[in-house]
């Protein structure tokens, strides 16, 4: 089998590298107006996780935008919600950063908690958004279990990120303009095609159908269920495509 043959081992990574371009070009166009992340996110998993289980289309650009479409209410409001928090936490770190003294300490330290508490949770927010149908509220709450629940896989996906930024904007400060053609070309893609493989990890100890196939019946202390699956317990639960 040749370098270069079509069912070789090669060209299917060179195809996944593609179908990631791809996406992360789409990601990044379409998250210009700012307000559309969220469902730009959304879809960015929904491929991400889809290349990782073989199950991507063969046309990645159609899927990506069927994804975006289908998350942008839902996906615009969860992302707002988490502007908003981020707006929080800026004015109370610009609050608290001239204060000096006991008082001082204790705020900045209340403010890496909040910062370390909010991370737990909003590296889940959109993949489950991806994954499972749930109204906002619930896909909050189930964040926030699943990052707790999850934490081996929730630090290391926090840690591959934060560690591809450092190498990408800090290591080399006299590159920052290479690093940001690549994250405009592959590099939001790649992390997110990379961290899917965390996420998959801790999907799997809530995921309904994974449940049932080992249980017949996800069992109440179960994390959550999607509402589509708890509405109607057969057919199994349907994932977001």
Known sequence: MGLFDVNGSFMYALQKFANI???????????????????????????????WEDDEDDMIAKQFWN?????????????????????FLGIYYMIISSMTGIAGRTYRISFFVMCVVFLLGFQYLFPLQARYKNSVRNTF???????????????????LAAAAVYISFFMNPNGVNLAVFLWGMVGF??????????????????????LEESMHAAPKEALFIDEEHRMAQAPKGKRRK
């Open 21 to 51: 371009f791809v996406c992360n070009v789409m990601f990044c166009l379409l998250s210009i107006p700012l307000f559309t992340v969220g469902a730009s996110l959304s879809a960015l998993f929904v491929c991400m996780q889809a290349i």
């Open 67 to 87: 994804a975006f479409k289908l998350n942008f209410k839902q996906g615009t409001a969860i992302w707002l919600i988490c502007l908003f928090i981020f707006a």
């Open 141 to 159: 709450k189930n964040a926030w279990l699943l990052g707790i629940a999850a934490l081996p896989w929730t630090l290391l996906s926090i840690l």
């Open 189 to 210: 893609g790649l992390v997110a095609y990379l961290n899917s493989m965390f996420f998959r990890k801790a999907f799997q100890m809530i995921d309904p159908e994974r």
